[in-house]
């Protein structure tokens, strides 16, 4: 993979991963349209955004909001039509920066967030969708939601927080099958009528969209290893 991820250039590879979306969502007669990649950019050099940027590629994902301020705080305002996304764990401390650079969270994971959240979207003027991240695997090490809290806590973000709540995010437990989950994150999003699903990275991204993922976000697929 390392290897031919090094050969192809980061153009070429987006256009690979495109492939395989479509084809995975052919193959279950969904429309392609309605997947979309988030391009995910955590530890990888500005030359490789860059390259996915003047290949066309807008839609991009970050796991640490001081790392995506270092990646993206210049060069966002030249391009409107960028959306970022949060992928990894916030902390209410961050909120504001986060408020103020991304375009979706995926990781709204926990009470007190929702409301810091809340508050901040007001105070900047600003409503970001986001997606509730959801601990299916229920291990004690990851974030996310214990899927037998999510109602109460959908309720929660919102009623009580008036939150803009777009759907479920969830990372698979690394030793089991990621369709099972993918398939049990699909079901909490029915039961609980969310409509996205954000769910499949680059190893298992094309078993998450038969399974009705919305965004999946691939990484080292389209960008190579990470530093
Ligand atoms: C890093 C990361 C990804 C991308 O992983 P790859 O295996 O490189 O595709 C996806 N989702 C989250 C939450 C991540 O932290």
Redesign the pocket.
Known sequence: MTSINKAMSIADNLVHVYERIEKAAQNVDRDTSAVHL?A?S??QPMEKIQAALDAGHRCF?E?RVQEAQEHWSTIKPNYPDLRLHL??PLQTNKVKEAVALFDVI??LDREKLARALAKEMEKQGKILPCFVQVNTGEEAQKAGIIPADLPDFLTFCRGECGLDIRGL?C?PPIDEPPALHFAFLAKLAQENDVTGLSMG???D?EKAIPLGATYV???????GE?S
């Open positions: 988030v995910v955590k530890k994902g796991n992928i990894g995926e990781s995010m990372i990275m680059s190893s991204f976000r691939v990484g080292t697929g389209i960008f990470r």
